[in-house]
């Protein structure tokens, strides 16, 4: 039999770690799984929702530095995977969009389905290539994962039927893919660095994703400079733990002395990190900032910067340590220390507490779950408020990631990731944390797929029959909350249904035991249906004044619309914990 166009492709996807293919069979993509299934080196994965198989290749891909493939058959199939898309384009993670097409004779017609790639996928893609001759086969398709390695994202090879059931040129069919290059800052800019820290007072360093794999540089650099450290949500993983200078997150999610140490630092040391919440950052007080990133482009675009660098923040740290002179602690960094011990006391307070406090509050779940949990387990987050208690309550450390839709936000990531991660780490802890509206909106029809691959995924449901981080929203903007409430079936109940182990917990007491149980359960997926406080509130260390303001005007507004006992429910519900 001679080889077609689809043999080809597989061949040379094999050829640059492909190992994956997630997705729904159809009509265009007929020929592309058929040839898929004669070369044998690819798992294909058949989904319930395309979007779903796009989050759960964007974990894959984000953990394993591999590409991995997506698929959808034309026009329909397809649109389901622009959400994943954006999700990979915004992770900088190399997904492979294998994308069905219209046949060649009927492009242009406005025939059943037809959609033009070029411009459907021009926001969501770092590449878009169209197969509409066999002889375009090596080119296209190498470019377009080359382009998903190199760039980070998620690259597009749109494949018409009939181009795909095609005979292929003979050619070479094979990709060989450029090493990583982690480079450190060049030699005037580490000069320059050292000369602005060497002359300024305190210093504090803000880490992000950046940070992956550098934290004894990191550590050992604020170490000798007796700087906090701060981090952002991505960053929390790699910077935490075993690091005495730690100081906890800014922002919304923000808990511990990071915001003091962000405002009040002489020199601020941005490494890997491109933290949106502007307002979180210093402005106008004096700090000079510093920001280490191995992508210029994202150099100076949230804050001025009195020094953009370009380089790796691994070997860029360790080529500025023997250049930095050491700074003794005045003060500055005990005091930012002190206060995120202060705040891990009183976080405490909720395993004390928590077991006798009903409604299950949300924050002692998390508590529980992170003492319980493998130390490498893999947690997944929700949108919404699991972030903020994954972010809060839960360890991470050598071992343990978090990962979730942090940069593209969107809702019901947690399942899918999960999902992706036990396929790429066999019998690791994989842990999701859904809100019950991300949890039915995606993951249950493909609860049924982890129920036919017998995949121990782990999900843990916080239901408070609501929208919970988009009614704090409201309330921030000084709205009555409106529009988020739902009413909820026993997940447990329905997870029974489907095949997979169901556990329902409502009385706190329960909650440990509940854990245990769902992390031991082996042979399948298990769901853990948690009814937790629908008034815990998610707020930060730092609440800005407009917060503050709006939180009061929607408390007043509330009353006057004849809703006082939510009011009072919210302020007793959160004040008696502390």
């Not at 198989?53 to 590409?67: M, R």
């Not at 007072?201 to 992956?212: K, Y």
Request: hydrophobic share 45%; with cysteine.
């Amino acid at each position: 039999m001679s080889k077609t166009v689809a043999d080809g492709l597989w061949e040379m996807l094999v050829s640059a770690g492909v190992r994956r293919c997630y997705g729904i069979v159809g009509d265009a993509l007929n020929p592309v799984v058929d040839a898929l299934r004669r070369n044998g080196q690819v798992d294909f994965v058949h989904v319930r929702n395309e979007e779903f198989g796009v989050f759960a290749a964007v974990a894959e891909a984000k953990l394993t530095g591999h590409p991995v493939a997506v698929c959808g058959t034309a026009g329909p199939g397809v649109a389901h995977l622009i959400n994943g898309m954006l999700d990979a384009l915004k992770e900088k993670v190399p997904v492979i969009v294998l994308a069905g097409d219209t046949e060649t004779g009927l492009m242009d017609s406005e025939t059943v389905e037809e959609l033009n790639p070029y411009r459907f996928f021009a926001s969501a893609a770092v590449y878009v290539g169209r197969l509409v001759n066999p002889g375009q086969l090596r080119t296209v398709v190498t470019s377009a994962v080359t382009a998903a390695v190199t760039r980070g994202g998620p690259a597009v090879v749109a494949l018409p039927g009939d181009i795909a059931a095609a005979h292929a040129p003979k050619d070479r069919y094979e990709i060989r893919l450029p090493r990583p290059v982690h480079a450190p800052a060049g030699a005037e800019d580490l000069a320059a660095v050292a000369e602005l820290i060497n002359e300024g007072g305190t210093v504090a360093v803000f880490g992000g994703q950046g940070c992956a794999g550098a934290h004894a540089e990191v550590t050992a650099l604020a170490g000798k400079l007796g700087a906090p450290v701060g981090y952002s949500l991505k960053g929390k993983q790699f910077l935490e733990h075993d690091n005495a200078n730690a100081v906890g997150m800014t922002g919304l999610l923000g808990y511990g002395g990071c915001h003091h140490a962000l405002q009040h630092a002489d020199v601020l040391l941005m490494l890997g990190t491109d933290f949106p919440f502007v307002d979180f950052l210093p402005h106008g007080t004096g700090t000079r900032i510093i920001q280490v990133d191995h992508d210029p482009e994202r150099l100076g675009r949230r804050v001025p910067v009195d020094l953009a660098v370009a380089g790796d923040v691994r070997t860029t740290a360790a080529a500025l340590l023997p250049l930095v002179e050491p700074k003794p602690d005045g003060g500055f960094l005990a005091r930012c220390v002190e206060e995120t011990e202060r705040f891990h006391r009183r976080m405490r307070h909720y395993a004390d507490k928590g077991p006798r406090i009903r409604p299950i509050r949300p924050e002692y779940l998390a508590t529980v779950l992170s003492d319980l949990a493998a130390d490498d387990a893999l947690f997944f987050a929700d949108t919404g408020t699991p972030v903020v208690w994954a972010a809060r309550h839960i360890k991470y450390g050598p071992g343990r990631r978090l990962f979730g839709s942090f940069s593209w936000a969107s809702m019901a990531t947690a399942s899918p990731g999960a999902f992706g991660a036990q396929l790429a780490f066999p019998g690791r802890q994989t842990i999701a944390l859904c809100g019950d509206g991300g949890f039915t909106m995606l993951a249950l029809g493909d609860l049924l797929t982890e129920v036919q691959r017998r995949l121990p995924v782990v999900h843990i449901v916080l239901n408070n029959s609501g929208l919970d981080f988009v009614k704090i929203e409201q309330q921030e903007a000084g709205f009555v909350p409106f529009g988020t409430d739902f009413a909820n079936p026993d997940f447990a109940a329905v997870a029974e249904a489907m095949g997979a182990k169901g556990i329902r917990i409502e009385d706190p007491g329960d909650v440990a035991d509940g854990l245990a149980s769902a992390l031991a359960h082996t042979g399948g997926p298990v769901v853990v249906d948690v009814l937790v406080d629908p008034y815990a509130l998610a707020v930060p260390a730092h609440v800005p004044a407009g917060t503050a303001a709006g939180f009061t005007l929607s408390a007043a507004r509330q009353i006057l619309a004849g809703r006082l006992d939510d009011v009072i429910d919210t302020a007793t519900h959160n004040a008696r914990i502390v």
